[in-house]
């Protein structure tokens, strides 16, 4: 088993930067490969982005390409994502989540959730 903490959320204008980081605690880290989602109010929690277990491979969802980039540093037990020309649009509370599947975009492949943080992005 797996818990996950997510912080760095908050306020941000549009087109300012935010930094979330989710520390893991308990199994190997480094067996999972790592996801964020993100759920806006009255909307379904949708996939964001995700990395390999090793690092080497990441994706997205396209509304967030070449703007927001996930990372892990694995000594640590973190994973990031860094989202940079944030819109109104990317409010919503973000999740991280850890899968033992290969890199899944599906919710349901991923079977430990962080609590979120939220960030909203002010026009």
């Known amino acids: 088993q797996v818990q996950l903490v997510e912080s760095g959320g908050g306020l941000v204008q549009a087109g300012g930067s935010l930094r979330l980081s989710c520390a893991a605690a308990?199994?190997?880290?480094?067996?999972?490969?790592m996801g964020w989602f993100r759920q806006a109010p009255a909307k379904e929690r949708e996939y964001v982005a995700t990395?390999?277990?090793?690092?080497?491979?990441?994706f997205y969802t396209d509304s967030v390409k070449g703007r927001f980039t996930i990372s892990r540093d694995n000594a640590k037990n973190t994973v990031y994502l860094q989202m940079n020309s944030l819109k109104p649009e990317d409010t919503a509370v973000y999740y991280c989540?850890?899968?033992?599947?290969?890199?899944?975009?599906?919710?349901?492949?991923?079977?430990?959730w962080g609590q979120g943080t939220q960030v909203t992005v002010s026009s």
């Open positions: 989540a850890a899968s033992l599947a290969v890199a899944s975009v599906r919710r349901n492949d991923y079977g430990y």
């Open positions: 308990g199994r190997t880290f480094s067996s999972y490969s």
């Open positions: 990395i390999t277990r090793s690092g080497g491979n990441t």
